[in-house]
């Protein structure tokens, strides 16, 4: 499994909130032929996220333990470490923004 180094950057709540992951998949270029949607891992009941260009041509998968801090540990750990270095996008930016507006939201209310 190749966790993208950048996935820390993705809030946790994404695949469980709707509207955030709408707003998500909605920064994305489809006019440069990226393609994006979720869908359950086969076999599982577990929500994924699948990056396509060009269509039917997989780019990046991810769900739940590329996301979620501890579950990235845990299958880190469990895995031959290597780096593996991805373009960043515009539409992997806005989440970005999503992240820092959700650690503000949580420093300020402690």
Known sequence: MIIDCNMHWLPPEL???DELM????NQVPRAYGDIAYTRMIPGT???EVV???PAGCINLNFGPETIDPE???????ER???IYLRSVNRWFLFMVRKLKDSLERSVNAA
């Open 15 to 17: 695949l469980t909130n």
């Open 22 to 25: 709408e707003e998500y998949l």
């Open 45 to 47: 009941d577990i929500k």
């Open 51 to 53: 990056i396509e260009k």
């Open 71 to 77: 579950d990235r540990i845990k299958v880190m750990s």
């Open 80 to 82: 031959t470490p290597g």
